[in-house]
């Protein structure tokens, strides 16, 4: 048999070749771009925790809005952002747009050999001013401009004046949609930037935990067609153990690929094996990161929620840290904007990050022990 390249892609940002349980999300942002100026998913934000999905999404985004048609312009928050995003448009809609001015040769000294330039322009046109020209010339012919943010970051100036720019091409109806993507105490800071409280006003798609059924699709049909069958069973095991967070869908399935590579059949055994080579994976590239920047009151708060199977009671937590349950809703509130916890049902929480808390029982021992 032939040894086929595994079709897993754990690698942040990278497009899977079966996206899970994303369908609907994808039709409505993508039917806003097809409803025209005015429908609100023209401003949407991507909002989930590390490995959910968020880098994914976008890029799945701008290639269907290609598809459609439109121009993309893809970017991180990041100083010089907004440079990058005109350098991306003029490049992608270089077939619409003029050719950007050219330096005059002003002075030439053959003897001295010395040369100057100077630009067409002596003064610089403003971003938003250079934008709305371009985005004017890209409707007369009947294209339009997607740009794509990940990592938001209120922190960022650029950033800021993206949002505080992009509200304007909303309000002059052009054919402009904005996606972002953050994490959710990063979205958090966004909202409360009240330089940019337009962006309230997006729409808010969190990207919760994909359907069992769904995950266990995603995978069959990878690996179906990439030449391999895995058996119901094993099938069962891998998309029951990824909870349905498309990070450990990719890995778990990479690693299960790798144990037997020539062989027809993925078994459980191979499977079981995957499992347990995904978890260093996961602690070193998810659940380190997002530890690392969580404060001890945080912490406290989530070993106080170890010895529940599942479910806490924010009473027992409170009892277990010694505090009033007003101090621990201080907490458990931090937790859940962080994308760390989330509420199930009146006064209770559990773990949204999966495999956190064997994380943390494996990583902190006796000190989880309250």
Same mark, same amino acid.
Not at 109 to 127: M, T
């Given at each position: 048999?032939?040894?086929?390249?595994?079709?897993?892609?754990?690698?942040?940002?990278?497009?899977?070749?079966?996206? *899970?349980?994303?369908?609907?999300?994808?039709?409505? =942002? /993508?039917?806003?771009?097809?409803?025209?100026?005015?429908?609100?998913?023209?401003?949407? =934000?991507?909002?989930?925790?590390?490995?959910?999905?968020?880098?994914?999404?976008?890029?799945?985004?701008?290639?269907?809005?290609?598809?459609?048609?439109?121009?993309?312009?893809?970017?991180? *928050?990041?100083?010089?952002?907004?440079?990058?995003?005109?350098?991306?448009?003029?490049?992608?809609?270089?077939?619409?747009?003029?050719?950007?001015?050219?330096?005059?040769?002003?002075?030439?000294?053959?003897?001295?050999?010395?040369?100057?330039?100077?630009?067409?322009?002596?003064?610089?046109?403003?971003?938003?001013?250079?934008?709305?020209?371009? /985005?004017? &010339?890209?409707?007369?012919?009947?294209?339009?401009? $997607?740009?794509?943010?990940?990592?938001?970051?209120?922190?960022?100036?650029?950033?800021?004046? +993206?949002?505080?720019?992009?509200?304007?091409?909303?309000?002059?109806?052009?054919?402009?949609?904005?996606?972002?993507?953050? $994490?959710?105490?990063?979205? &958090?800071?966004?909202?409360?930037?009240k330089s940019i409280s337009f962006v309230r006003r997006s729409f808010q798609h969190k990207l919760d935990a994909v359907s069992k059924a769904d995950v266990k699709t995603a995978i069959k049909k990878t690996i179906e067609s990439s030449g391999?069958?895995?058996?119901?069973?094993?099938?069962? =095991?891998?998309?029951?153990?990824?909870?349905?967070?498309?990070?450990?869908?990719?890995?778990?399935?990479?690693?299960?690929?790798?144990?037997?590579?020539?062989?027809?059949?993925?078994? +459980?055994?191979?499977?079981?094996?995957?499992?347990?080579?995904?978890?260093?994976?996961?602690?070193?590239?998810? +659940?380190?990161?997002?530890?690392?920047?969580?404060?001890?009151?945080?912490? *406290?708060?989530?070993?106080?929620? +170890?010895?529940?199977?599942?479910?806490?009671?924010?009473?027992? =937590?409170?009892?277990?840290?010694?505090?009033?349950?007003?101090?621990?809703?201080?907490?458990?509130?931090?937790?859940i904007k962080q994308g760390i916890i989330e509420e199930y049902g009146r006064g209770k929480v559990q773990f949204t990050l999966p495999l956190l808390r064997e994380y943390l029982k494996k990583n902190y021992g006796e000190k989880t022990e309250?």
């Amino acid at each position: 048999m032939v040894i086929q390249k595994n079709p897993f892609t754990p690698t942040f940002g990278s497009e899977p070749l079966f996206l *899970a349980g994303r369908e609907q999300l994808l039709e409505e =942002i /993508l039917g806003g771009l097809e409803n025209g100026p005015g429908d609100p998913n023209r401003t949407s =934000i991507l909002v989930g925790s590390r490995g959910s999905g968020k880098t994914v999404l976008l890029t799945k985004i701008a290639d269907e809005a290609m598809q459609l048609g439109w121009i993309t312009a893809s970017v991180t *928050a990041e100083p010089d952002m907004l440079n990058k995003v005109l350098e991306q448009v003029e490049y992608r809609g270089k077939e619409f747009l003029p050719p950007k001015a050219k330096r005059k040769l002003s002075e030439l000294h053959v003897l001295d050999v010395g040369f100057s330039v100077q630009h067409s322009e002596e003064r610089q046109p403003s971003w938003r001013l250079q934008m709305t020209r371009y /985005l004017e &010339l890209l409707a007369e012919n009947q294209v339009g401009l $997607l740009i794509t943010v990940d990592e938001i970051d209120a922190k960022q100036p650029e950033m800021v004046k +993206l949002v505080a720019d992009f509200q304007h091409f909303i309000r002059e109806k052009r054919e402009a949609a904005f996606v972002m993507a953050g $994490l959710p105490g990063k979205t &958090l800071q966004m909202f409360h930037d009240k330089s940019i409280s337009f962006v309230r006003r997006s729409f808010q798609h969190k990207l919760d935990a994909v359907s069992k059924a769904d995950v266990k699709t995603a995978i069959k049909k990878t690996i179906e067609s990439s030449g391999r069958k895995i058996t119901a069973e094993a099938l069962d =095991i891998a998309a029951q153990y990824t909870r349905g967070f498309p990070f450990l869908i990719q890995l778990v399935g990479y690693h299960t690929w790798r144990q037997s590579p020539k062989v027809k059949t993925i078994t +459980l055994a191979d499977v079981e094996q995957g499992i347990e080579s995904s978890e260093e994976y996961m602690d070193r590239m998810i +659940l380190d990161t997002t530890v690392s920047e969580l404060s001890e009151g945080d912490m *406290a708060f989530l070993f106080a929620m +170890l010895p529940d199977e599942a479910v806490s009671r924010m009473s027992d =937590i409170s009892a277990r840290l010694g505090k009033t349950t007003k101090h621990a809703a201080q907490y458990r509130l931090r937790l859940i904007k962080q994308g760390i916890i989330e509420e199930y049902g009146r006064g209770k929480v559990q773990f949204t990050l999966p495999l956190l808390r064997e994380y943390l029982k494996k990583n902190y021992g006796e000190k989880t022990e309250l």
